[in-house]
């Protein structure tokens, strides 16, 4: 049995080139598709899209609604929350005002000053 002897470059080239060749001829010697496959084809891509669009619509409907009403629960809870720190605020006491203070103290003042009399 002769030892392998590597292929030089011309004859890669040629064999590249037969391989082309041959591709070529299979490529043309296919016969071309018949226009009522390739309609029908063509009419169930169409609705395979429209189906997947419609799907893809009442995903993006349902994830939107799932926010919504997250956004909704999260309010609801915030003012819950809210409510219920009012309700557990202690009261504060009615603080007299400034000019209530003044008029008490003028009012003293005054009770002093009919007293000395």
Request: aromatic share 2%; net charge positive.
């Amino acid at each position: 049995m002769p030892a392998f002897k590597a292929p030089d470059f011309n004859e890669r080239a040629a064999a590249a080139r037969d391989a082309k060749q041959r591709a070529l001829e299979k490529l043309r010697s296919k016969p071309a598709i018949d226009p009522a496959v390739l309609a029908e084809r063509q009419a169930a891509q169409a609705a395979r899209d429209a189906a997947e669009a419609e799907r893809r619509a009442e995903k993006q409907a349902a994830l939107q609604a799932a926010k919504v009403a997250k956004e909704e629960a999260r309010a609801a809870a915030k003012a819950a929350a809210e409510a219920a720190a009012e309700a557990a605020k202690p009261k504060a006491p009615n603080l007299p005002t400034a000019a209530e203070l003044k008029a008490a103290r003028d009012a003293r003042y005054a009770a002093r000053k009919a007293r000395a009399r």
